[in-house]
DNA sequence: GAAAAAACTTGAACAGCCTCATCTTTTAAG
DNA sequence: CTTAAAAGATGAGGCTGTTCAAGTTTTTTC
């Protein structure tokens, strides 16, 4: 079996990041201090500090477990996407935004997103960039998969229309957590109204008009 | 003429703010403490505090003056675009790229992006997402100018393509100022790609292709 | 021009993130 | 089992952004 220590250091981290987690939600990122934590987790400050680097850090990795099931969550639209390419990209979209708010609060995405653009050097930083590059890869390999069932027009290059969609949705949502008061709904009309064109130029429709 | 108070709150205010455009350039926004710009600024730490509510305040302020003039010198493009929308629409982003580091540093715009994100609802956060909102404005502006010139179908919404680019854009800018490594040239080539296939799209061409 | 009021400056003190020298616990060696 | 070594926990103290009660300068009043 595992050693003592072992078992200990991995519990320790777990109620660390556990206190992070729901104290960061209930109470908001900023106001919540690292002393907070530890009390929670029943450990002092020194020991926090032995697991994460930063208070940053640790915000970032509670994060980090929501991002992952979303990805994990898009794997079916990929398995199986609507057959309309609006359709398809909005599935996908949707469950992105849909899911965003079940663990963290805006004021925590906001916190997570300034923190991997100020420190993009950092574990934290690189792991939510790489994060991110998967979730773009994502959209790219539905196009490419929209491509692959002739929905999408052979001749255009899935990487630079992926960049382009993440980050318009990416841009929107950040533009969602900056105002509270912007709902799920008005974020899904938002980036809903910016893919239809570039849907109708990837299935060769006749484009969108404005009526 | 003013009274004695009113020029020397402007004297100071103009010095602090001198101080701190010099001072993050040259040793980074992170490392300048408010200490050495109230040294520099020839006012105590108490004084810095009754112009600029925080630090990143005065940070966007520094940030603010550099896309004032960006906004500025984006007017004879939408006043005489290029003939091709790709070209148009470059001919603009590139522009804004270009000024970007005239008078900033990567580390500058990270704090600043990273800062507005983080404090939507302080005025200086205000600040920055009002121009952020007429920079898109200004591309979108330039779509419509071009469907004036019937060079971008008539039927296209320019505001939903003005924001889809320059979510694109700014997305495109975050990574650049992300990693240190990333040139201005590489910026270019990467947004170039994205624009294209929506340009072709805006103007009615035949679709780029991958060769 | 003197006194009162208003406006502003000042820096010591505070708050919260983070460090590190010291102490405690666990593991390894004999 | 005892002892030495390794690993890890601890919390007082350092650092820097920010505040605010007290002091100073300018303006207004009479």
Known sequence: MAGLRERQKAARERRILEAASAK???HGYRSVKIEDLAEMAE??????????????DILIATVAMEVEEVIAAGAPILANPPQRVDDALLALIYQYYDHSLEYLS???????????????NTP???RYAEQDRRLAAQVTELIRVLQGRK????????????????G?????????VKQDDITLVQLR???AAQIAPVASLMSGDAPVTNQ
């Open 168 to 176: 318009a949705l990416n841009q929107a949502f950040i533009e969602f």
């Open 106 to 120: 805006k004021e925590m995405w906001r916190a997570a997103i300034a923190h991997s653009i100020e420190h993009p």
């Open 24 to 26: 960061f939600r209930s």
């Open 189 to 191: 009309t938002q980036i």
């Open 43 to 56: 450990v002092s400050v020194g020991t926090v500090y032995n697991y994460y680097e930063t208070k940053g």
């Open 124 to 126: 934290s930083g690189r």
């Open 151 to 166: 929905l999408v027009r052979q001749n255009l290059i899935a990487t630079d229309l992926g960049t382009l969609i993440f």
